[in-house]
């Protein structure tokens, strides 16, 4: 059974930045796409961003184009996403995903495995 662990989470102003971390465990993720995904209060789940496990490649919302970047450590069995030039529209819970065989899938309903979600808040 895939567990997925998000942290990092937190406060910070406009402009600044945050790391956060998706610890997974469970079974090997080879052949699996590890997303992230956030829902800000009132709106529906957003992509934000997903990375092959095998290979690194990745792909993003249109949203965090430019100012996101997703990455992984095979090693670790870890999934990252930094975030820079954050916006108060950023503000959200920040979920992590998994699911095998997805990649190019920015639809939430394709991933089966979700972590339990960390909330990121951007002050103007």
């Known amino acids: 059974q895939v567990q997925l662990v998000e942290s990092g989470g937190g406060l910070v102003q406009t402009g600044g930045s945050l790391r956060l971390s998706c610890a997974a465990s469970?079974?090997?993720?080879?052949?699996?796409?590890m997303g992230w995904f956030r829902q800000a209060p009132g709106k529906d789940r957003e992509f934000v961003a997903a990375i092959a496990w095998v290979g690194g490649n990745t792909y993003y919302g249109d949203s965090v184009k430019g100012r996101f970047t997703i990455s992984r450590d095979n090693a670790k069995n870890a999934v990252y996403l930094q975030m820079n030039v954050l916006k108060p529209e950023d503000t959200a819970v920040y979920y992590c995903?998994?699911?095998?065989?997805?990649?190019?899938?920015?639809?939430?309903?394709?991933?089966?495995?979700w972590g339990q979600g960390t909330q990121v808040t951007v002050s103007s």
């Open positions: 995903a998994a699911e095998f065989g997805v990649f190019g899938s920015n639809e939430a309903e394709s991933f089966g495995s």
């Open positions: 469970g079974r090997t993720f080879s052949g699996y796409v």
